[in-house]
């Protein structure tokens, strides 16, 4: 089954159910990767077990782990029909890092012209699970401050208006 997001959801790798507040930031692909294959053991078109389609590494570095048209196994109910990105670390204890604001920045500009995403569909994880992810320091504004410093032209105007018809809220 072939999938076009609809949605963007972002996370960040956040800490345990034992210790909400451990810190990820160090936490690896491979650790990632293997934790996934233990949990759902789906592997990707690319090789990878991660159930993001996207993993974002503090110093920046983007990693693609499935393919856009391939399921994930991040959100439940938007399993097949979104792309998933994941950010390194604990936004609970830390703040992302101005390399993977960028990078996320670039990649949410990118996925939403490629696939027509509006951009009320970027969507934070805790938006549609009783969850923190992708953590209570990452807040919507931050995002959205960081997406308009890098938008075009163009897409500032349909953000601008997104955000006065209140489809983006910025908490
Ligand atoms: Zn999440």
Redesign the pocket.
Known sequence: MKIKPEFV????I?GSDAYPLADTSKFTLEQLDNEHKNRFGVISSLGYYVAYNYYILQDGTLIQTRSDDERDM??LGYNFNST?I?LQGNFDLTEPTEQQLDTLSKLVLSKCEEYSISYEDVIF??YI?N?T??GANFTKKMLWYNIIRRASFRQLLKIIIAILKKEITLE
């Not at 959801?9 to 960040?12: D, S």
């Open positions: 959801i972002i996370h960040h956040g991040d959100a998933s994941c994880h805790r699970a969850k992810c992708p």
